[in-house]
């Protein structure tokens, strides 16, 4: 069985930083894409990063480029996105996610953790 498991959010001031963890487990997401999306209350889910578990490629959305990154260790079967000068609109539930290609939709993505939720206090 195929498992997401995303760990590290919390509540932190803005400034902060954060490193969120996936863990993967169940099967091999080499030939992969994971990815981080975000959905704060209202809101849609947003695409926040991606990352080829292959090459290492990777790929950040505007709004937070400079301020997040992600990354991944294959010997930990563990994606991370590693997040610095947290704002308070980064306030929602971060997911984890894997499909087959790179793409900034949500409906690209077959496989999904749980989220783990970041509150960002002003």
């Known amino acids: 069985q195929v498992q997401l498991v995303e760990t590290g959010g919390g509540l932190v001031q803005a400034g902060d930083s954060l490193r969120l963890s996936c863990a993967v487990s169940?099967?091999?997401?080499?030939?992969?894409?994971m990815a981080w999306f975000r959905q704060a209350p209202g809101k849609e889910r947003e695409f926040v990063a991606a990352?080829?578990?292959?090459?290492?490629?990777?790929s950040h959305a505007d709004r937070i480029k400079g301020r997040f990154a992600i990354s991944r260790d294959n010997a930990k079967n563990t994606v991370y996105l590693q997040m610095n000068s947290l704002k308070p609109e980064d306030t929602a539930v971060y997911y984890c996610?894997?499909?087959?290609?790179?793409?900034?939709?949500?409906?690209?993505?077959?496989?999904w953790g749980q989220g783990t939720q970041v509150t960002v206090s002003s």
């Open positions: 169940g099967r091999t997401f080499s030939a992969y894409t």
């Open positions: 996610a894997a499909g087959e290609i790179m793409a900034s939709s949500s409906r690209w993505y077959n496989y």
């Open positions: 990352i080829r578990w292959s090459s290492g490629a990777t």
